[in-house]
């Protein structure tokens, strides 16, 4: 049976001994270290090749055909899936929405800028039903225009198209975001075992985190309502809660539910359990990716079941209007059943209420309906009065809904250097963390060179050299592209402030007067404080490994600017303050997670391979860069020098560690013969010599021919770090 395999993530029996089978590591082990997440999305598993360039074939593509071609899709009902009133728009904005949706500040990860609804767990989640449909009546255009268009572009550029086929005008769009092959396995998608539960989530009363989902399976609330109980006031809290972890204030959250109703219709034509098949990662072979498939009449058309709330909002569901205020401020509601079963809710008779067509049958009519959440908008007193405001100033309802949609669907794809088309809007926005172009450095070769030797004289040590080029280039995070080297923002709120860059601040005032003195100079050229911060941290390990008996040059690109404070959004910047920061030995208290995870975690945002996670480090260790300067995991007696000790006398079979605190946090490392404390490490160093992977490559390192191939390889996965952010070098 289908189903049980698909319940049951330990089910091995149909498996039989088939390569890769078996009781995993994991399972034996539940709390070992997990590095899978540092092997993800590989060259194995993409089938583009090594020569694949995304931005060049996007600029290939026949931008007007594919947009008029989607246009044309709308309209061309198929008969497996006949489109309600004639129209699939409300279906591709629902999937757009769901695609971007998934996205939440707190860790950057989710949304849609890398197609992963084609894969479990969003391609099966109940909140993604019948999603699958709409997937594949992309299809024969994803096919037409092929390496083109990725589709994690065609399914936000096909919501974009929607809206506009159905007479709204949207701010934009950018292409640029690339597939993924195989589903991220770094997004924690919460801890529950059965769909549309929540309890673990809530556990402490918050919502946890990184999570911006109020149940397993779902982008956001429950439509009908917190528990699946009809309450609106409960309803508007879980809105807020999870639309602001998406990034969404009150009023781009009103924009957004009330311009996206004003499409399309909810599914619930009948009872689910009796006639809804699984999911599509569960379903059978024959079903060719499908799932959901319903028994229930047509199983399609007016029979179809999705959220089991049934009916539309508006009358015109296939057009852009004002309507979905009218009917939600000027009907008075009552609670009601969906033929599924579903708490909704619809108009009172006294309301006088008008009717939306049936989908399948425009001679017959059917009432209008809200959802708990959407009768939040009107019960919640801000919520309310936002409401009101748009359904007087449709004006000022239109610019916000074409803003939050636009901020929804772009949020996450970094930088708008990364952006690619002809529909890119001018305005600058501060969620894109902007950059001014006239800060950007003009310097020259020769200018890096007197660089160099202005900072290496300032009398700053290596330690604060390093550490202050850490700091912020560490700041970067791929989930979302935020972050970084470039824009110096370490020296502006919140970064400045962060723990983690306790006594950074200093090191940055010294930097900013070498860059105020060159800029000052007779050359006419400037140098940005964000490329000095990065030169600081080169000329420190240059140093270093100078120390250590190693010439080299760390290579250095210029070309970045500096942001100012208005052009950084302090609470949304506050979400990339990290909670450790195991390369500076830096961990926030009261973690729920081990400092190990938290080290991979942070690793896993930096895109670093476990070889470069552990030879980072090894050499921030060497090079004394902990972040309130202390010994641990210092493992050295010759400070400052790039060398492989950390990894040779962590590996030495003369020391024995023991736990110096109840918490197993701090462990002190004695001479085995004398007793003698020889070394203080953290869970972050000792991890190295105790997971059987990470051991495997501190041995590497910690051999005698290594020393060589441990500089070089630091000052490689250096450079990595500090050019994260660096889209513009190809
Ligand atoms: Fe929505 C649909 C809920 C928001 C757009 N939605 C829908 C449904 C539901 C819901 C239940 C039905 C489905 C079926 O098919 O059955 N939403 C909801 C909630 C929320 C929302 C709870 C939060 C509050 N939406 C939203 C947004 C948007 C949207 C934000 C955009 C912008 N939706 C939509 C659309 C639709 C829906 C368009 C229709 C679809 C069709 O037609 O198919």
């Not at 004003?262 to 009796?274: L, Q, R, S, V």
């Amino acid at each position: 049976n289908d189903s049980d395999a698909a319940k049951c993530p330990y089910f091995g029996g149909i498996q039989g001994q088939s390569a890769g089978s078996g009781t995993t590591n994991k399972q034996w082990w539940p709390n070992k270290l997990q590095l899978n997440i540092l092997r993800q999305n590989t060259e194995k598993s993409d089938p583009m090749g090594e020569d694949f360039n995304y931005e060049e074939e996007f600029k290939k593509l026949d931008y007007n055909a594919l947009k008029k071609d989607l246009i044309n899709l709308m309209t061309d009902s198929q008969d497996w899936w006949p489109a309600d009133f004639g129209h699939y728009g409300g279906l591709f904005i629902r999937m757009a929405w769901h695609s971007a949706g998934t996205y939440r500040v707190t860790d950057g990860r989710g949304g849609g800028n890398t197609g992963n609804q084609r894969f479990a767990p969003l391609n099966s989640w109940p909140d993604n039903g019948n999603l699958d449909k709409a997937r594949l009546l992309l299809w024969p255009i994803k096919q037409k225009y092929g390496k083109k268009i990725s589709w994690a572009d065609l399914m936000i550029l096909a919501g974009n198209c929607a809206l506009e086929s159905m007479g709204f005008k949207t701010f934009g769009f950018a292409g640029g975001r690339k597939d993924v092959w195989e589903p991220e396995q770094d997004i924690y998608w919460g801890s529950e075992t059965e769909w549309m539960d929540y309890k673990e989530r809530y556990e402490d009363g918050e919502l946890e985190k990184p999570l911006a989902a109020s149940h397993m399976g779902l982008i956001y609330v429950n439509p009908e309502g917190p528990k699946g109980e009809p309450d609106p006031m409960g309803s508007a809290h879980d809105i807020r809660e999870t639309f602001g972890r998406m990034a969404m204030n009150d009023e781009e959250t009103v924009a957004l539910v009330a311009g996206g109703h004003t499409f399309g219709k909810a599914h619930g034509a009948g009872d689910a359990e009796k006639y809804v098949g699984v999911e599509p990662e569960g379903a059978a072979i024959e079903h060719q990716g499908q799932g959901w498939i319903n028994t229930m009449g047509t199983g399609c058309g007016d029979d179809t079941i999705t959220s089991g709330l049934e009916g539309a909002w508006t009358p015109n569901p296939t057009r852009w209007d004002h309507d979905y205020f009218d009917v939600l401020l000027n009907y008075d509601w009552e609670l009601t059943k969906s033929p599924a079963g579903a708490h909704q809710w619809r108009p009172t008779e006294a309301s006088q209420a008008k009717k939306a067509p049936m989908a399948h049958d425009p001679s017959k009519t059917q009432d209008l309906m809200m959802s708990t959440a959407d009768i939040a908008l009107k019960t919640d007193p801000k919520y309310l009065e936002i409401s009101k405001r748009f359904h007087k100033d449709h004006k000022a309802f239109e610019d916000a809904f074409a803003r939050a949609w636009y901020k929804l669907t772009h949020r996450d794809m970094g930088p708008v250097s990364r952006y690619l088309g002809p529909e890119i809007p001018q305005e600058e926005l501060l969620w894109q963390d902007p950059i001014s172009e006239e800060t950007v450095s003009t310097i020259s070769k020769n200018d890096v060179a007197g660089l160099k030797q202005k900072i290496a004289a300032a009398g700053l040590s290596n330690s604060q050299l390093v550490s202050a080029a850490w700091a912020s280039a560490s700041s970067y995070r791929n989930s979302d592209m935020r972050g970084g080297a470039n824009g110096a923002r370490i020296r502006l709120e919140p970064m400045k402030s962060w723990e983690v860059n306790e006594g950074i601040s200093e090191i940055i005032d010294a930097l900013e007067k070498i860059q105020k003195d060159f800029n000052d100079g007779q050359s006419g050229k400037k140098v940005s404080l964000a490329d000095v911060i990065v030169l600081a941290g080169n000329v420190g390990v240059e140093q270093a490994a100078k120390n250590a008996g190693h010439e080299v040059a760390v290579p250095f690109n210029p070309g970045r600017g500096d942001a100012t404070q208005d052009q950084t959004d302090v609470d949304s910047f506050a979400h990339l303050e990290p909670v450790a920061d195991g390369f500076r030995n830096y961990l926030n208290e009261n973690q729920k997670i081990s400092a190990e995870e938290l080290l991979v975690d942070r690793a896993n945002l930096m895109t670093l391979t476990v070889p470069e996670m552990a030879v980072l480090l090894a050499g921030m260790r060497v090079m004394d860069a902990n972040h309130d300067g202390s010994s641990y995991g210092v493992f050295t007696n010759n400070k400052g020098a790039l060398t492989n000790d950390f990894f040779k006398n962590l590996l030495n079979l003369g020391i024995t560690w023991k736990a110096t605190d109840d918490s197993e946090q701090k462990f002190a490392g004695r001479d085995r013969k004398t007793g003698e404390v020889e070394w203080a490490g953290t869970r972050v160093d000792l991890i190295f010599g105790s997971n059987s992977e990470l051991r495997a490559i501190a041995e590497v390192y910690a051999c005698a021919d290594a020393e060589k191939k441990f500089v070089k390889d630091f000052v490689a996965a250096w450079h990595k770090v500090m050019n994260l952010d660096r889209f513009d070098l190809a």
